[in-house]
């Protein structure tokens, strides 16, 4: 599969579009000098993305910390995929209010057990692109 070279670079509010159409991306941090990437699902408020999890590696590699979140996608009746990267600082939600407004986003964790910590990427940057996809989608 080849990408042509006629990319759309999206501005932000579209790139939080498809984002919010998405239900899952990856969480880029670094752990231990090197960079890790978890699978986490997300939703969009307020212009942030917000991701659920446990303690562990996920959380304390992220708190404080500048992060990347990438979530990507296809259009399969017009051939046309997309990627959105946001970059930024991750934040525990800990404010009651902020809570309870989280505890209402759709954030449905795939993997089980509790996940009671709600982080906030705050983004520095939000950058995606769509291109139409060459050779077919399989």
């Known amino acids: 599969m080849s990408v042509t070279p006629a ?6 509010a579209t790139c939080l579009a498809l984002l919010r159409e998405a239900s899952f991306g990856r ?15 997300h939703a969009v408020h307020h212009g942030s993305v917000v991701f659920r999890t446990s303690t562990g590696t996920k959380l304390f590699a992220s ?11 296809v259009d399969q009746a017009t051939g ?6 946001v970059s930024g600082t991750a934040h525990e939600i800990q404010q009651l209010h902020e ?8 954030v449905f964790p795939w993997e089980g057990g509790p996940k009671p910590h ?8 939000i950058t995606g692109r769509r291109f139409t996809v060459q050779g077919g989608l399989t």
């Open 7 to 12: 990319t759309e670079e999206l501005d932000s």
């Open 27 to 41: 969480l880029a941090v670094i752990v231990n000098n090197r960079p890790e990437i978890f699978p986490v699902n």
């Open 80 to 85: 046309r995929a997309w990627s959105v990267v």
């Open 99 to 106: 809570v309870l407004e989280a505890l209402e986003l759709p």
């Open 118 to 125: 709600f982080v906030r990427i705050d983004p520095d940057t």
């Open 63 to 73: 708190i404080g910390q500048p992060v990347a979140y990438e979530a990507d996608g």
